[in-house]
């Protein structure tokens, strides 16, 4: 025995530690066995600390900052399933790359198995979802520890960046007392100005001149390819399209791309290829794809597996459902995209391949904008493609799974300044209200507006109790009274359609919202939108009529078709 407190000195080392690795958001839930790393974390002073009730609202708020900033934010819970309620969020954190800390606090193994209360078994909870989990023991006294327990937060947050980058699971066991009992501190063995135990150098992978050289020969082999940009794609707008410049290919950019700008830029695939006769005519030779796929089925069915893909992703992840893969490049998008631009000339090309596309997404484009702006009362497409367009620069949108990240993907029009986040590593509707509140937070007082569907609104109502009411940020609700995504399926002509899939709520998300202490308001209409984003409710709901929305988009996509043919 040392009479040093040394759990505070442990807590107190590893959030100092953090703080000089670039951590600047927690999130922490109230408990009792967390206590040690909730104090540590609230009396550091230097970092933001949110207090949030449920652990699965509190993890999803911490993916949320992640997925704005790229830096890992940290999560803390208490022991038993408070630590299961973070599940969700790791896995989403674990398939979209986000970088995210998890602290569960533990009993000591001396309890653990022997029926003490609020303990399950929580040695790798996470299973493989995570990139590092480490228990080290209840912390002790000794020589060196000091160096440990910075060597530990270290690692934690190299770990958490990657590559690839993802969640991290410290389940940290404390003894009581679990307040600090007032005895002195462990020695201090920080590094001087300020500095992390450990500094971690990221290199950027880059393709070698012989791949370089093959590939530029590969594009030139085949005018008819495309570029395609799904999620974390990672590349530069500019960068993308000097490059399909230079091989005169059209880019086909999911809204989720942060690529849907520039001149080569096509936005109404999804009605292009309803058309049979276009897709027959422009079937591609080759796509060097960036990120993951897009998220229309439509498209990635065009494509099948006959139609060889360059995938571009540094961190070497096997983005590739379709198994159309013939060339994985694991390298820095930017860079090989730069090199890959100047083994073709730099130069741009004239190409009737790509004035072909073009000329077709500009009719297809008025085509859509003509039925989106003749519809008499809301549908999804025309929300998404309203609000897209009336945010500021430097604001964010936040799209939810499910109909509303695909109507935004229908109908957004290019535009730069946005940028467009959604959590599609698992697709799911769980936590989204609680993510849109990490953005913001993380975000800083830009606007931050969200784009939800009715029954992922009701999913993760606990998200409205945390709401910053100083944010700038505003979500828009889809009231469709139901899973609006269904309507689209198979599953719609199914006798047991509304019981099973539609499962329409009854419940008012405006009542909702006010009863959370959030004000809301149900918009009938076009909406004016840079008036409710500037000075509006934080939650704006926007009823549409289902079975109505699926016809006018069908309209739409008929337009499309008969726009192009002309």
């Not at 960068?239 to 001149?263: K, N, Y």
């Amino acid at each position: 025995m040392t009479g040093h407190d040394v759990t505070t000195s442990f807590a107190r080392t590893l959030v100092d530690e953090w703080v000089r690795s670039g951590i600047t958001h927690a999130v922490v839930s109230p408990g009792s066995r967390n206590t040690p790393l909730v104090l540590a974390l609230a009396r550091d002073g230097r970092l933001r600390v949110d207090v949030v009730l449920d652990e699965r609202s509190a993890a999803f708020r911490a993916l949320g900052v992640g997925l704005a900033t790229g830096r890992p934010a940290i999560v803390c819970c208490t022991s038993g399933t408070a630590a299961a309620n973070m599940h969700p969020a790791v896995i989403e954190a674990h398939h979209a790359r986000v970088p995210l800390l998890v602290c569960t606090a533990d009993r000591p193994p001396e309890l653990r198995d022997w029926g003490a209360g609020q303990t399950i078994e929580q040695t790798y909870l996470f299973g493989r979802a995570v990139r590092w989990y480490h228990d080290p023991g209840p912390p002790v006294d000794g020589r060196g520890v000091g160096a440990q327990w910075r060597a530990l937060a270290g690692r934690a947050v190299a770990e958490a960046f990657g590559p690839p980058p993802g969640p991290v699971h410290l389940n940290l066991p404390f003894r009581e007392p679990l307040v600090p009992s007032g005895a002195s501190l462990v020695d201090d063995c920080a590094r001087a100005d300020g500095r992390p135990w450990t500094r971690t150098t990221r290199v950027r992978a880059e393709a070698g001149p012989k791949d370089i050289a093959e590939l530029a020969e590969l594009v030139r082999a085949h005018p008819r390819g495309l570029v395609v940009a799904g999620w974390g794609a990672g590349a530069d707008p500019s960068t993308v399209h000097r490059f399909a410049a230079a091989a005169g290919w059209p880019v086909l950019a999911d809204a989720i791309s942060q690529l849907r700008t520039g001149a080569q830029t096509v936005s109404t695939y999804e009605a292009l290829l309803r058309s049979e006769q276009f897709a027959r005519a422009h079937r591609p030779e080759l796509v060097l794809r960036l990120g993951a796929p897009l998220t229309s089925k439509v498209a990635n069915s065009w494509f099948g597996v006959d139609v060889p893909h360059v995938v571009v992703d540094p961190h070497r992840s096997w983005l590739d459902p379709q198994r159309s893969t013939a060339h994985h490049v694991a390298a820095d998008a930017n860079g090989f995209l730069a090199s890959l631009t100047g083994a073709l000339g730099a130069q741009p090309v004239h190409s009737p391949w790509l004035v072909s596309w073009s000329a077709a997404e500009r009719r297809a484009r008025a085509a859509i904008d003509r039925v989106l702006d003749d519809c008499d009362a809301a549908i999804e497409g025309q929300v998404a493609r309203d609000l897209a367009a009336a945010i500021p620069d430097g604001g964010t949108l936040v799209v939810a799974s499910s109909l509303p990240v695909r109507a935004l993907e229908w109908c957004m029009a290019p535009r730069t300044g946005l940028r467009v986040l959604a959590n599609r590593g698992a697709n799911g509707i769980d936590g989204f209200v609680s993510t849109v509140a990490g953005v913001a937070a993380a975000n800083e007082g830009a606007p931050t507006v969200a784009l939800s569907g009715d029954l992922c609104f009701l999913h993760d109502i606990n998200g409205l109790l945390h709401m910053d009411r100083n944010a700038a940020t505003t979500l828009v609700v889809i009231d469709n009274d139901g899973g609006g995504i269904f309507s689209y399926l198979p599953q719609h002509d199914l006798p047991e359609f509304e019981a099973l899939f539609a499962t329409p709520s009854g419940i008012d998300p405006v009542a909702v919202a006010r009863a959370h202490g959030v004000t809301a308001e149900r918009i009938e209409g076009r909406a004016k939108w840079h008036e409710l984003i500037a000075d509006g409710p934080d939650v704006v709901v926007v009823p549409v009529d289902r079975e109505a929305s699926v016809a006018h988009h069908r309209r739409m996509w008929d337009a499309a078709a008969t726009a192009i043919m002309h």
